[in-house]
C-alpha cells in the first residue's frame, strides 16, 4: 500500500480532538479546528484514539489506513476511491477532496 502523499502532507501532526465512526461515515475532528470525514462502506479497526497524532495515511484502491504516531491504525473501506475523503480547515475551507 502507497502513501496519499497529498492528503499525508494535510493532515500529518494533526491531533485528533474527537472522532466519531458510524455505519456509513468517519468524523475526526482536529484540535486546530480542522476536520476530516471519510465515507466508508466498512471499517475492521478499533477507534483512533482522541490526543493520537496522524503520522501517515495509506492508500490503495478502495483501502484507506490512516496510521498515528502512537503506533495506531485505522483501516477502513471507503464507497468511492477518488471521492470519499475530504478534509476542512477551522473556516470550514476545503484542503482536500479525493
Same mark, same amino acid.
Not at 38 to 54: H, M, T
Given at each position: 500500500m502507497a502513501a496519499n502523499l497529498k492528503?499525508?502532507?494535510i493532515v500529518k501532526d494533526r =491531533?485528533?480532538?474527537n472522532f466519531q465512526?458510524?455505519?456509513? *461515515?468517519l468524523l475526526i475532528g482536529f484540535v486546530d479546528g480542522s476536520a476530516m470525514k471519510v465515507?466508508?462502506?466498512e471499517s475492521n479497526s478499533p477507534p483512533l484514539r482522541e490526543g493520537a497524532r496522524?503520522?501517515? =495515511?495509506d492508500e490503495n484502491q478502495a483501502k484507506?489506513?490512516? *496510521?498515528c504516531e502512537d503506533h495506531s491504525t485505522m483501516d477502513l473501506t471507503v464507497t468511492n476511491p477518488g471521492s470519499?475523503?475530504?478534509v476542512?480547515?477551522?473556516?470550514n475551507q476545503v484542503e482536500y477532496l479525493g
Amino acid at each position: 500500500m502507497a502513501a496519499n502523499l497529498k492528503l499525508t502532507h494535510i493532515v500529518k501532526d494533526r =491531533v485528533i480532538q474527537n472522532f466519531q465512526l458510524n455505519t456509513s *461515515e468517519l468524523l475526526i475532528g482536529f484540535v486546530d479546528g480542522s476536520a476530516m470525514k471519510v465515507k466508508i462502506l466498512e471499517s475492521n479497526s478499533p477507534p483512533l484514539r482522541e490526543g493520537a497524532r496522524i503520522r501517515q =495515511v495509506d492508500e490503495n484502491q478502495a483501502k484507506l489506513v490512516i *496510521e498515528c504516531e502512537d503506533h495506531s491504525t485505522m483501516d477502513l473501506t471507503v464507497t468511492n476511491p477518488g471521492s470519499s475523503v475530504s478534509v476542512r480547515d477551522k473556516n470550514n475551507q476545503v484542503e482536500y477532496l479525493g
